[in-house]
């Protein structure tokens, strides 16, 4: 079956289960067909029903679970996993609570195919937003049954857009044209090429908090050649559930003061000092830099 494998779904969870299932769920309904993709689903450690969540999924999709003892936030070293066990050249990353339109994976492998060398895809993630409003309206129009009308839906009417969308405003979807495309290479709904990532080290274990690790890796892609593609029709949907912006931000800011010290490049000292709420100024200040 590998031979026919186009691509692998890793997810990294821990007590969401029933976000898990709705994000298992939309992978059932993926147009590629079951045995062209593979899914690994590694959990960091989950008290909760995680397991026998996953495993009820094992009779329509290929998929692999792992269980890692709960050791704090390994995020990195869950997707680490993930990147090892991979059987398909090219590796599509997601959390629980993201739900994938049906021609998601479809997008994401087309992405790679049309591209020369080592390729990067950021995707769209609808309600993907800080905004509570933003958020209020997600849970108006999603319909879990029918996740490719929802979105359509939010589309059509502009509504529940990727936070991301300013960023596009600003700077035009061809991320080729800018210094820095890994700043938005957010793990909610990417990809990139299993050997790539592989000979780049993977994510960074030392990350032990939310924020920054995705980066972190996006940055070594870039400097190793990965062509970042942004593809809109890649789409997926934020389920929305509790989650502490402020403190999050907060931890993402030490994180990236990390990477400054890691690196000790100009960019990344910019990213450091640059408050959360000015990212978008960020590539013009690379772009500087640089």
Not at 138 to 156: T, Y
Not at 198 to 220: I, S
Request: charged share 25%; aromatic share 10%; proline share 4%.
């Amino acid at each position: 079956m590998s031979d026919a494998l186009r691509c692998t779904v890793v997810i990294p969870t821990y007590n969401r289960s029933e976000l898990l299932r709705h994000s298992l769920d939309s992978l059932t309904r993926q147009r590629m067909p079951a045995n062209q993709f593979e899914v690994i689903v590694v959990d960091d450690g989950s008290t909760d029903d995680t397991a026998d969540v996953a495993t009820s999924f094992q009779d329509r999709l290929d998929l692999r679970y792992h269980y890692q003892p709960d050791e704090g936030f390994r995020a990195a070293a869950a997707r680490n996993i993930g990147i090892a066990d991979a059987r398909s050249p090219i590796c599509v990353f997601t959390d629980s609570g993201i739900m994938l339109h049906a021609d998601n994976l479809n997008q994401h492998v087309a992405s790679h195919q049309s591209t020369t060398g080592p390729t990067a895809v950021v995707a769209y993630i609808y309600g993907f937003s800080s905004d509570d409003t933003n958020i209020d309206v997600v849970r108006e129009r999603l319909d879990v049954d029918d996740l490719d009308g929802s979105i359509a839906r939010m589309q059509a009417k502009r509504e529940c857009r990727d936070i991301r969308e300013l960023f596009y405003d600003r700077y035009g979807e061809d991320l080729t044209r800018i210094p820095a495309p890994w700043q938005i290479f957010w793990t909610g709904n990417v990809s990139a090429q299993t050997t790539q990532l592989r000979a780049v080290g993977g994510f960074d274990e030392q990350f032990r908090t939310w924020g920054g690790e995705d980066l972190d890796l996006g940055y070594r892609l870039h400097l190793n050649g990965a062509t970042f593609i942004f593809n809109r029709q890649a789409k997926a949907v934020h389920i929305p559930h509790e989650k502490a912006f402020d403190q999050s931000m907060r931890a993402a800011t030490r994180n990236y003061h990390y990477m400054a010290e890691k690196y000790g490049s100009p960019v990344m000292r910019i990213l450091a000092e640059l408050p959360p709420r000015r990212f978008l100024d960020f590539n013009e200040l690379a772009a500087a830099a640089i």
